[in-house]
């Protein structure tokens, strides 16, 4: 699933995407839009949809504000706040914040090779550390009636530290004592910088009839210092001493993009509207990855850089788009068809040491090209002023993403062996789905069901080498799949004191059986199949004293992934406010994974062996007070409208989206 910034990818990529959201300060949060279906006037990316994330952009007359700070359960705090100022003439909001992260987790890995009955098991305990500095600000000027130039821009300044250890206990399958222990300490450290600028200019025509051109720069800079050290005790009777081993591996990431794009709307008549426009991206990556290695010390006394494990990948990328889509009201139908043509180009390179420093010696770049057309059919049939049916299609895809594009074996993992595949292709889907809205004065029912039919699925792939009994993981384009299923989600109001929102889902999913050749070897996967569901209960209880409590429950059932299967999980979280001086100040305590339950847990295998991978997080409590100020006044000016107040998509129509 794609995740957007005020309807915008804002510079997230799949590489950056944790980082700068972990950074974002959740008070800067308005609302977050789920849209799973979206038109062709916005990319196809995301076979799931779309997460837009809509940061608070007050647009009332004169100016308002709030301060925040916070503290958690880990000694991790927060410090921020924002303003905001509107006036006929000119409208501006900035955000500035500082957060200190702190957490700790753990994870538990088992794995059995069953060609050479061997076993290995590490169960380790990590903590990191993060802090950074977000800043955002933006201007909008009313040049006329008719005419809007607007400039904003986003920054984040931070940095991040984790350490973990983990003990590898290595043996004979039934044997009662290990054959060896290795013990891994990693550590990393790590600087990140964002930069995000866009300009954008719109000109109304009229009243429902305007222009909109928009631009925007994204930088994207890590640099990232990884260490990884080793000792290995064998229990032989101390026939074999114990070794040590020490790798320093510096990582530099620099991406940059820029995007384009030309929005025009006309509402023709009372019942057509036409939209059209054009859409360019262009992005470049260039990530070095270095090694130095002490093979007989833990502390790393006399490092040497080790060629083997240098690496240079190059990630370009550029996509150009036209879309249109027509609107029309035939008496209580509602129709939109849309249709996008999309080119892109795909450029990647992978230097080892030698190809670095002799480019007679590098192979040529991996280039593709592809053009595709994406059609989308919206019908909206109202039954009632207070019912109405939904049937919605549209083609998406999920293109891969620079990391599993590179060849580079990474060995971070001491129990895998991970690299990318520069030839996986993009996966296409068909998403289908039929919704039914009924809403009443204290209740609203929605009912939705979908069908997505799934090409070249890209899965990751584990097996262990013939070569050296590793084992290896990759990604690939393995099959087809099919997912179905049904969302009821009911919205309550009870007795003027509970909000209840209750959401159900049960879905299928199939995956045919796959056979490749890696390696040199066979790998196989068979078909996977499974009838799932999960729950989710929101519960809003307003108490007196200006007290209102929240509780989220959260149920996932076991599922099936490639190569086996995903445990069922379930969690509990709590959140409590309170406001006073006349709503002046506010006092939030939230209390996420209360019983820590919130896990990660696969069971995958394989012809020759069986592995169980399983993650987590501690519990982590919030406390945060914030002050808001300002005058409250709200009279907007002739300028000003609902749908730039939000900064978000203002066209869906209820086709498809809905918010959370």
């Known amino acids: 699933m794609e995740v957007w910034i005020n309807g915008k990818a804002s510079g997230l990529t799949s590489d950056n995407r944790a980082e700068i959201l972990q950074q974002?300060?959740?008070?800067?949060?308005?609302?977050?839009?789920?849209?799973?279906?979206?038109?062709?006037?916005?990319?196809?990316?995301?076979?799931?949809?779309?997460?837009?994330?809509?940061?608070?952009?007050?647009?009332?007359?004169?100016?308002?504000?709030?301060?925040?700070?916070?503290?958690?359960?880990?000694?991790?705090?927060?410090?921020?706040?924002?303003?905001?100022?509107?006036s006929g003439l000119v409208d501006a909001y900035a955000n500035l914040g500082y957060r200190q992260r702190r957490g700790s987790g753990g994870s538990l890995g088992e794995q059995e090779y069953?060609?050479?009955?061997?076993?290995?098991?590490?169960?380790?305990?990590?903590?990191?550390?993060?802090?950074?500095?977000?800043?955002?600000?933006?201007?909008?000027?009313?040049?006329?009636?008719?005419?809007?130039?607007?400039?904003?821009?986003?920054?984040?300044?931070?940095?991040?530290?984790?350490?973990?250890?983990?003990?590898?206990?290595?043996?004979?399958?039934?044997?009662?004592?290990?054959?060896?222990?290795?013990?891994?300490?990693?550590?990393?450290?790590?600087?990140?910088?964002?930069?995000?600028?866009?300009?954008?200019?719109?000109?109304k025509f009229g009243e429902q009839h305007k222009l909109t051109a928009h631009v925007e720069y994204n930088r994207w800079m890590?640099?990232?210092?990884?260490?990884?050290?080793?000792?290995?005790?064998?229990?032989?009777?101390?026939?074999?001493?114990?070794?040590?081993?020490?790798?320093?591996?510096?990582?530099?990431?620099?991406?940059?993009?820029?995007?384009?794009?030309?929005?025009?709307?006309?509402?023709?008549?009372?019942?057509?509207?036409?939209?059209?426009?054009?859409?360019?991206?262009?992005?470049?990556?260039?990530?070095?990855?270095?090694?130095?290695?002490?093979?007989?010390?833990?502390?790393?006394v006399s490092p040497v850089e080790d060629e083997a494990f240098y690496n240079r990948f190059i990630y370009e990328m550029q996509t150009h788009a036209l879309y249109a889509t027509v609107n029309t009201k035939l008496g209580p139908l509602g129709v939109m068809a849309g249709l996008r043509g999309e080119y892109w180009h795909v450029d990647t390179e992978s230097y080892d040491y030698a190809q670095e420093h002799n480019a007679l010696l590098r192979d040529e770049p991996f280039r593709k090209d592809y053009f595709q057309l994406f059609p989308s059919l919206f019908l909206n049939y109202q039954l009632s002023p207070s019912a109405q049916l939904q049937l919605n299609y549209t083609r998406r895809l999920r293109r891969p993403w620079g990391g599993q594009l590179n060849s580079f074996k990474n060995t971070r993992d001491a129990s895998m062996v991970e690299f990318g595949n520069p030839e996986l292709t993009p996966e296409y889907t068909h998403s289908f789905s039929l919704n039914f809205l009924q809403t009443w004065t204290e209740h609203t029912l929605s009912v939705s069901t979908y069908y997505r039919p799934t090409t070249d699925v890209i899965q990751r792939i584990r097996y262990q080498s013939a070569a050296d009994g590793l084992m290896y993981m990759t990604n690939k384009n393995v099959a087809r799949s099919r997912s179905a299923g049904i969302e009821i989600?009911?919205?309550?109001?009870?007795?003027?004191?509970?909000?209840?929102?209750?959401?159900?889902?049960?879905?299928?999913?199939?995956?045919?059986?796959?056979s490749y050749v890696i390696d040199g070897q066979t790998v196989t996967g068979e078909g996977q199949k499974s009838l799932s569901?999960?729950?989710?209960?929101?519960?809003?209880?307003?108490?007196?004293?200006?007290?209102?409590?929240?509780?989220?429950?959260?149920?996932?059932?076991?599922?099936?992934?490639?190569?086996?299967?995903?445990?069922?999980?379930?969690?509990?979280?709590?959140?409590?406010?309170?406001?006073?001086?006349?709503?002046?100040?506010?006092?939030?305590?939230?209390?996420?994974?209360?019983?820590?339950?919130?896990?990660?847990?696969?069971?995958?295998?394989?012809?020759?062996?069986?592995?169980?991978?399983?993650?987590?997080?501690?519990?982590?409590?919030?406390?945060?007070?914030?002050?808001?100020?300002?005058?409250?006044?709200?009279?907007?000016?002739?300028?000003?409208?609902?749908?730039?107040?939000?900064?978000?998509?203002?066209?869906?129509?209820?086709?498809?989206?809905?918010?959370q």
């Open 24 to 86: 974002i300060p959740a008070e800067s949060i308005e609302k977050i839009e789920v849209i799973d279906n979206p038109s062709a006037k916005y990319s196809p990316e995301g076979s799931a949809g779309i997460i837009n994330i809509i940061l608070k952009r007050d647009r009332k007359a004169g100016y308002y504000g709030s301060v925040q700070a916070g503290v958690n359960n880990h000694w991790g705090w927060n410090l921020g706040g924002n303003i905001n100022y509107s």
């Open 489 to 514: 989600i009911g919205k309550n109001k009870l007795w003027r004191i509970l909000d209840l929102t209750t959401t159900l889902n049960g879905y299928y999913y199939k995956l045919d059986g796959f």
């Open 114 to 203: 069953l060609n050479t009955g061997m076993y290995q098991r590490a169960e380790s305990e990590s903590t990191d550390r993060g802090g950074g500095l977000f800043a955002r600000g933006g201007l909008t000027f009313h040049l006329t009636r008719n005419d809007d130039l607007s400039f904003g821009g986003m920054t984040l300044q931070g940095s991040h530290r984790n350490q973990s250890l983990a003990p590898y206990h290595n043996g004979l399958i039934g044997a009662a004592q290990d054959s060896y222990l290795q013990t891994r300490r990693t550590s990393g450290d790590g600087d990140m910088q964002m930069y995000h600028a866009e300009m954008g200019y719109e000109h």
């Open 222 to 300: 890590s640099d990232n210092d990884n260490t990884y050290q080793d000792s290995i005790v064998y229990y032989d009777g101390g026939l074999t001493p114990t070794q040590y081993s020490y790798q320093y591996r510096p990582m530099y990431i620099r991406n940059r993009a820029w995007e384009v794009k030309l929005d025009y709307e006309n509402q023709i008549s009372q019942n057509w509207k036409l939209e059209a426009g054009y859409n360019g991206r262009f992005s470049h990556e260039n990530t070095p990855q270095e090694s130095f290695a002490d093979a007989t010390s833990w502390e790393g």
């Open 533 to 659: 569901w999960d729950a989710r209960l929101l519960a809003s209880v307003i108490l007196p004293y200006n007290i209102s409590l929240q509780a989220t429950g959260n149920y996932r059932s076991r599922g099936a992934i490639t190569q086996g299967y995903r445990k069922s999980n379930a969690s509990l979280d709590l959140g409590l406010r309170k406001t006073f001086l006349n709503k002046k100040f506010s006092l939030a305590l939230n209390w996420r994974d209360v019983f820590g339950t919130r896990h990660w847990e696969n069971f995958t295998s394989g012809p020759t062996f069986w592995r169980h991978q399983k993650n987590w997080r501690d519990p982590r409590v919030n406390l945060q007070l914030t002050w808001n100020f300002g005058n409250m006044n709200q009279k907007r000016h002739p300028h000003q409208n609902d749908a730039n107040s939000q900064g978000g998509e203002d066209d869906q129509q209820n086709f498809g989206g809905y918010e």
